[in-house]
């Protein structure tokens, strides 16, 4: 009943009359709410209304809890002043898993393996053998498939459980799957890298199958930057989010475009990550493979419910892994609630200046796909007073502190890699400067040594490196998932 007038269970009387009168006000200014929802409506704010019903239902609550996943909302200020100018506020969502265990969905799983020229030696042949010490991690009913690529896609494993693909009754697929080690092994480098024919092929592998009981998934590895099809690659990326499949991006090295695979995984709320050397691709593997054997809710996204004073400007992904949002799109996709981690992000808002005290209410709204497929929403809300009585405020809390130190400091490497483009080469080498004491302070002392070295080779050289980009990059993502609860 609390989420269904989008208030939190310790929410006071006034703030439960507060939030039914918002209803009203929707309903009254032209929003559509149709007569169901506003039967669940008018019965919460019954129940909840009455000291004693309201009891009652918590307790019953209490012994029935665990299915729905809790949202939390905590903003860093409730009360603004009176500017002429814009003004920040952020926000930090917290959505956790019921107690009940996760869904366990099979499988439907497409790697997209990169072969090109610059895979020779080790790095496809630690490919291989990380995919050949996944198949005995799979179960039995999942589904798997693996495509490699360069300038052209060559189906290595085609779709199939994998505690019966060699019996398969389609003989190429039972050839295939009679030595799959040894087809992975056969994967040969040659050729440039062209990403599209390797997810085209990968997604029609995953979607042949029709296999809508399962969790499907693309995992594209690549090394190098893609030629020509980038549009393509994004555009194919928003199909097989518009079909409920998820892809994760990882790059090996240090050659490949960090911007192109944020991108291409922004649609369906996936992960981009950085594999520094290829003994570790195993291990991002395994981690990704954890993650998806666990859903609790599928298919998140963040609604827009703001009030029009307030306009988003950020939006970052902390848990279960660091990823920025896109914020080019209405509603924003979150992903899936996976694992065992809850869901965190941070968002940023501008206020808009304000000439006269006015109350909004800051809504915060994910809509999923729960078990059995239904869907479902879970909503939050909190109100901001601008040019109130008196300025007291609640104590914000450390994660949100640390969070919003944490994204201030991603946004400074991000600048001075801007910098060093267009050519300010001294605002860039203090930018780093200032990251290196800033990197100290969190006890990151990898990235305060690394740092340091950038600002040095832009005083030399004139440049960045490549690798310390990537380093920079996602080192400060991972430290962005590392916050104190």
């Keep these: 009943m609390y989420t269904v007038l989008g208030v939190s269970h310790r929410a006071a009387p006034d703030e439960?009359?507060?939030?039914?009168?918002?209803?009203?006000?929707?309903?009254?200014?032209?929003?559509?709410?149709?007569?169901?929802?506003?039967?669940?409506?008018?019965?919460?704010?019954?129940?909840?209304?009455?000291?004693?019903?309201?009891?009652?239902?918590?307790?019953?609550?209490?012994e029935t809890a665990g299915d729905a996943p809790a949202l939390d909302l905590t903003v860093s200020a409730?009360?603004?002043?009176?500017?002429?100018?814009?003004?920040?506020?952020?926000?930090?969502?917290?959505l956790k898993p019921g107690q009940s265990d996760g869904e366990r969905r099979p499988l439907n799983l497409g790697l997209v393996v990169d072969r090109s020229t610059s895979m020779r030696g080790e790095r496809l042949e630690r490919v291989a053998a990380a995919v050949e010490l996944l198949l005995n991690k799979l179960a039995p009913d999942d589904t798997l498939s693996v495509v490699s690529f360069s300038d052209r896609a060559e189906v290595v494993l085609p779709a199939a459980r994998v505690g019966s693909a060699a019996q398969s009754a389609n003989a190429d697929?039972?050839?295939?799957?009679?030595?799959?080690?040894?087809?992975?092994?056969?994967?040969?480098?040659?050729?440039?890298?062209?990403?599209?024919?390797?997810?085209?092929?990968?997604?029609n592998q995953v979607t042949r199958a029709g296999l809508e009981n399962h969790t499907s998934h693309l995992i594209l590895l690549t090394d190098g930057r893609t030629y020509g099809d980038a549009d393509d690659c994004l555009r194919l990326a928003?199909?097989?989010?518009?079909?409920?499949?998820?892809?994760?991006a990882f790059g090996l090295g240090a050659d490949w475009n960090d911007a192109f695979l944020d991108a291409l995984v922004a649609p369906s709320g996936g992960q981009s990550h950085f594999i520094e050397s290829p003994a570790e691709i195993m291990s991002h593997l395994e981690g990704r493979l954890q993650g998806l054997g666990e859903i609790y809710a599928r298919n998140l996204t963040l609604q827009p419910a703001w009030p029009e004073p307030l306009s988003l400007r950020g939006a970052f992904k902390l848990a279960p892994f660091p990823q920025p949002l896109p914020l080019d799109a209405g509603a924003l996709p979150l992903g899936d609630l996976e694992g065992r981690s809850p869901l965190i992000m941070l968002l940023e808002f501008l206020v808009a200046p304000q000439s006269l005290p006015a109350r909004f209410r800051l809504t915060a709204a994910i809509q999923y796909t729960g078990a059995g497929g239904a869907e479902a929403r879970v909503e939050q809300t909190t109100q901001l007073m601008v040019g109130g009585r008196g300025d007291a405020q609640t104590a914000i809390p450390a994660a949100l502190i640390e969070a919003v130190q944490r994204l201030n400091l991603y946004r400074m490497q991000e600048k001075a890699w801007d910098d060093a483009q267009s050519g300010k080469l001294d605002t860039a080498a203090a930018r780093m400067q200032q990251l290196t004491a800033r990197y100290m302070e969190t006890g990151d002392l990898r990235l305060a040594r690394q740092a340091q070295l950038e600002a040095q080779q832009l005083?030399?050289?004139?440049?960045?490196?490549?690798?310390?980009?990537?380093?920079?990059?996602?080192?400060?993502?991972?430290?962005?998932?590392?916050?104190?609860?």
């Design 238 to 248: 928003d199909e097989a989010a518009g079909r409920g499949i998820g892809l994760t």
């Design 173 to 203: 697929v039972a050839a295939a799957w009679s030595e799959p080690r040894r087809a992975l092994q056969a994967m040969a480098a040659s050729g440039g890298t062209e990403i599209y024919h390797g997810l085209r092929a990968a997604l």
């Design 16 to 62: 439960i009359e507060a939030a039914f009168a918002h209803w009203n006000d929707r309903a009254g200014a032209g929003e559509t709410i149709d007569e169901p929802q506003w039967e669940r409506l008018r019965y919460a704010y019954e129940v909840l209304s009455s000291p004693s019903r309201r009891a009652v239902y918590d307790s019953l609550v209490g």
């Design 459 to 485: 005083a030399h050289l004139g440049a960045m490196s490549a690798e310390g980009r990537k380093l920079l990059k996602y080192g400060t993502r991972s430290l962005m998932g590392q916050l104190d609860s």
């Design 78 to 94: 409730e009360s603004l002043p009176l500017l002429d100018t814009p003004q920040l506020i952020y926000a930090l969502l917290t």
